[in-house]
């Protein structure tokens, strides 16, 4: 199994959703998050008044899929959430251990 | 075997949902006792030992989930007690351990029993209502009576104790009729609180419990009357709660209460939240009530007469830390003075005296005059002070009276993962927690929170009264059929008319309740890199700034109100971001605006023709800049180049207009001519027209008074210089050696190169100490740089100049290549101190 974690633009969530859920994807978990990359903080000027933003509002998700979907997953979030400028976020893919429903006990790909 | 005996019992009473809560107790416990009698029977314990139930337990209020607290009490002595009492314990909790009752038990003399209850108060207040399942009831007797004793004995430091208890769950978990998900037994206005009233009761001697209360005058009849349903009440739920999660959990989580419901026949969760919430209610006020005795009694008569008293309005009165007020002669007291009570309340920070209560239940109807709405305003303002009044108003039904919608949200449920709160409490604290930002802008003024742009809104709100309204209707309707927005629009309409609020003010308060989660979903949701988002909120808000300011405030005030999933730094820094956004739409369309009206009153004055050859050939930012006459002179001066023109405007100083075919090194020739002809320039403005001249207007001062007098010199000397016949660079030279010795030391020079700022020009920011030839000095390195200078601001700020240049290289591009930028910079600041 894999877990595959995106950091998007806040206002893409609906679209990553809507794309992972038509490919297949049963559940997610989503965190507001701040951060930067490349795209960095940057200081803006309201009144006269300095606000520095050292971070960027962003949305993380979490996907735990089977092997064989997550670059599926990963490609659809990819395709929803970029809009081609700075900031657009990234995904990645992390081997995952085991997983357990604690409802039921189930266990790997019958937890998914 | 008693065990499985005792299971399939203690099975059968929780599968049968007929026993509700005080039934349900009893049977368990009578199952209970009846099991404990038979092993208490089989071991055959010594004469000198007794079964006592503690807690609720020996109430008989057991819940499927409680505890079972059972005390071995006994009076063993010698070197094989301690062996006897394992011995027999073990025996007897077994068959309930093996039954999978969770219990708390013990085995302990009566003087043991006593020095613990004496440190701990848990242990005492568990020892104030025993009963006596099995043994020897003797010993039962004489430990409930020197535990009574002993409570008595320690009244101030247990009946301290209870009221803190009392004011900490109020904090945490929270009152139950404000919470969405409240504890029942822990929550404020729940379980806890009714028995810390008997245990007070017991601090006082017999009767005892609250009987004892109502004896004193802590408690009156009626009150404790009115405590009963509440407490029975929630005891049918906490029995059907557990009954519905088999656990032994107290909170009535929101997945639950649809089953809860069902299982105590109420229609639906919805009112069963909100019959709790009532009961809660009555339970958590009583009590506040009682306490407050309490800690005048602590005090004692010292402690209540130092202080005057202290007449706050007509009929209010500030007395031993209560507000009191008078009714008039007919029992009535008008509306005004129950706000202004209301404000003292707020102010200060005190409760009302409870007779005084009584008598604002005859509050009149409000006339909503200007002093009503003013001291409603004033009331919202005291934000977080203002809640327990608001509570204590809706308690006495003076509320309603004032606003009588109120009724609609008051215990109101809502069912979504972001609330914490019920519909009528997050009013409430929206209120509180906009007048917080209020108080963030008041302080701004003063200093402090520079930084802090949502302090600076806050300070610029013109009305922020109506962020106070907004913030307390704009969930009015919710639980209405339709969208809770526009439905609200329309409460909030009808409120703010009874309220005669202004038609201005109005209009902005309904808009408010309209639109109060725009900018909470368009920050969330849009993407606010795309300018139309920004201009579609400004177009919202009517493209008024003042609009959009409140909204902003009432977004975070409002998701601050909601709970911690509802705001956050990351869903705060994207509402800002909005924010400044819009606000810069708005200013742009404002400037559009401002452009337009110019445009039209100059084809007014001028005609049509005349009107164009004018705006056609200068960019928007030249119509900005000039008032209307200055423009329709600048038209005259367009038709007759070159032209040369001084005026004095006042106050010692001139304003220099040059009309001339624009080329490379103008502004140096003509910042030359300047300061050779004694004009210190403090502004400059350059323009440039499409076809090729140069519209440049400077402002400035001769602090000797000569070229007021004699302006025409100035112009010759222009005209002189720009015909080629002053060497300009050895006479501003000149000038400079005979002024430097009685000026200050020039300060350092900082030059700023910066190429994001403009898509077509880079951007030469240079701060230097005021001097002679100063813009000379930087135009001419411009020229020796070959570099061309588009638009130049000239600022002087007392000493301290600051002049930016828009410029770009001698091909007309702008300069970003890194190198360039860097040696542009380094090159100036080289000639600047040269």
């Known amino acids: 199994m894999k877990l595959v974690v995106g950091i998007i633009k806040p206002f893409k969530l609906d679209d990553v959703k809507t794309a992972v859920q038509e490919f297949g994807v049963q559940g997610l978990t989503i965190t507001e998050v701040q951060g930067f990359g490349r795209q960095r903080g940057h200081t803006e000027v309201y009144r006269g008044a300095e606000y520095t933003i050292d971070f960027v509002p962003k949305v993380k998700l979490e996907i735990l899929v089977e092997d064989s979907e997550a670059q599926g997953v990963a ?38 | 075997m008693i065990s499985a005996r005792l299971r399939d019992a203690r099975a059968a009473l929780v599968a049968d949902p007929s026993l509700r809560g005080r039934a349900f107790g009893a049977s368990l416990a009578s199952v209970l006792d009846g ?60 068959p309930l351990w093996d039954a999978g009752l969770v219990t708390g038990h013990g085995a302990r003399t009566i003087k043991e029993s006593i020095s613990l209850a004496d440190e701990d108060l848990d242990a005492l207040t568990a020892l104030l209502e025993v009963r006596h399942v099995a043994g020897a009831s003797d010993l039962t007797i004489e430990l409930e009576r020197r535990a009574r004793e002993l409570a008595v ?127 809660a209610r009555e339970i958590a006020w009583i009590s506040a009530d009682v306490w407050m005795r309490v800690a005048d009694s602590l005090r004692g008569p010292a402690g209540r007469a130092g202080s005057a008293d202290h007449v706050v309005a007509q009929g209010v009165v500030l007395r031993d830390g209560r507000v009191h007020v008078e009714a008039d002669g007919d029992g009535s007291i008008p509306a005004l003075r ?46 977080e002070n203002a809640v327990p009044v608001f509570e ?7 509320l309603v009276r004032l606003l009588p919608e109120w009724s609609h949200v008051r215990s109101r449920p809502q069912r979504n993962a972001y609330h914490r709160f019920t519909v009528d409490r997050h009013l409430l604290e929206a209120v509180a927690q906009c007048a917080q930002l209020l108080d963030a802008g008041d302080a701004h003024a003063t200093g402090g929170f ?71 979903e368009v920050a969330t949701r849009r993407d606010l890199s795309d300018a139309t988002v920004a201009d579609n909120v400004a177009a919202a808000c009517a493209a008024d700034a003042e609009r959009l300011r409140l909204l902003y405030l009432l977004t975070i005030g409002d998701s601050r109100a909601t709970g911690p999933a509802a705001w956050n730094p990351s869903k705060a820094g994207l509402v800002r971001d909005l924010f400044v956004k819009a606000a810069a739409a708005i200013e742009r369309g404002e400037a559009r605006a401002l452009a337009a009206d110019r445009r039209e009153a100059l084809v007014k004055r001028l005609g049509e023709e005349r009107a164009s050859t004018v705006l056609d050939r200068l960019p928007e930012s030249y119509v900005l800049a000039f008032d209307v006459d200055t423009i329709c002179a600048h038209a005259a001066l367009l038709e007759s180049v070159p032209t040369v023109q001084c005026e004095p405007v006042g106050g010692g100083n001139v304003v220099v207009t040059v009309v001339a075919p624009d080329r490379p090194g103008l502004l140096a020739t003509l910042a030359g001519a300047l300061s050779v002809g004694g004009v210190n320039v403090s502004d400059a403005q350059l323009f440039g027209t499409a076809d090729g001249l140069a519209l440049d207007v400077f402002r400035g001062a001769d602090p000797f008074g000569r070229v007021v007098e004699d302006p025409a010199r100035v ?120």
Not at chain 2, 39 to 62: D, K, N, Q, W
Not at chain 2, 786 to 812: C, E, I, P, S, W
Request: aromatic share 4%.
């Open chain 1, 75 to 112: 490609d659809k979030i990819m395709e929803a959430a970029r809009t081609g400028k700075i900031g657009d976020g990234k995904v990645w893919i992390i081997p995952i251990e085991g997983v357990l429903r604690i409802r039921t006990g189930e266990a790997g790909s019958d937890a998914l």
């Open chain 2, 450 to 520: 520079e930084n802090d742009i949502d302090a600076i809104v806050a300070r610029a709100c013109r009305r922020p009264e109506l962020l106070l309204f907004g913030a307390l209707l704009h969930d009015i309707a919710k639980g209405m059929p339709g969208d809770h927005s526009k439905v609200g629009a329309q409460t909030a309409e009808r409120i703010a008319r009874r309220m005669r609020i202004d038609s201005e003010g109005r209009e902005i308060v309904v808009w408010l309740v309209r639109h109060h989660l725009l900018m909470a």
């Open chain 2, 35 to 94: 099991a404990l009698i038979d092993v208490f029977t089989e071991v055959e314990a010594p004469g000198e030992v007794a079964l006592v139930a503690l807690g609720s337990y020996a109430r008989r209020e057991l819940c499927p989930g409680s505890d079972v607290d059972v005390l071995l009490l006994h009076n063993l002595r010698g070197r094989n007690a301690s062996r006897t009492v394992r011995a027999l314990t073990e025996r007897l909790w077994y």
């Open chain 2, 392 to 398: 204590a108003f809706d308690h006495e039904g003076v």
């Open chain 2, 715 to 834: 112009v010759r000397v222009i005209e002189r210089a720009l015909a080629g016949e002053i060497d300009l660079a050895t006479r501003v030279e000149e000038r400079r050696r005979s002024y430097a010795p009685f000026g200050e030391r020039a300060g350092p020079v900082t030059v700023e190169v910066n190429t994001d700022e403009s898509d077509t020009d880079t951007v030469v920011e240079v701060h230097a100490d005021d001097d002679v030839g100063l813009l000379y000095r930087l135009a001419s390195a411009f020229v020796e740089l070959h570099v061309d200078v588009r638009v130049a601001k000239v600022a002087t700020l007392g000493q301290r100049v600051v002049d930016v240049f828009y410029v770009r290289d001698a091909n007309g591009r702008k300069i970003d290549d890194p190198e360039a930028v860097e040696s542009l910079g380094a090159a100036l600041v080289a000639r600047m101190r040269a």
């Open chain 2, 153 to 279: 004995r320690r009244r101030g430091r247990v009946l301290r104790a209870l009221a803190e208890g009392f004011a900490a769950r109020r904090a945490r978990p929270g009152a139950i009729a404000e919470m969405l998900e409240p504890d029942l037994k822990e929550g404020s206005g729940g379980l806890r609180d009714v028995q810390a009233l008997e245990w007070a009761g017991w601090t006082l001697g017999e009767p005892g419990a609250t009987r004892t209360l109502v004896a004193r005058g802590f408690l009156t009849a009626g009150d404790l009357a009115r405590l009963e349903p509440g407490r029975e009440l929630l005891l049918d739920l906490r029995v059907a709660l557990q009954r519905v999660t088999g656990s032994r959990s107290d909170r009535l989580a929101l997945q639950e209460q649809d089953a809860v419901a069902e299982q105590l026949g109420m229609p639906d969760a919805d009112a069963l939240v909100h019959d709790l919430a009532s009961a």
């Open chain 2, 338 to 383: 129950a706000i202004e009570a209301a404000c003292a309340a707020a102010e200060h920070d005190v409760p009302f005296d409870r007779a005084s209560l009584t008598r604002l239940r005859a509050t009149g109807e409000p006339t909503w005059d200007v002093w009503e709405r003013a001291g409603f305003v004033r009331l919202l303002r005291f934000g």
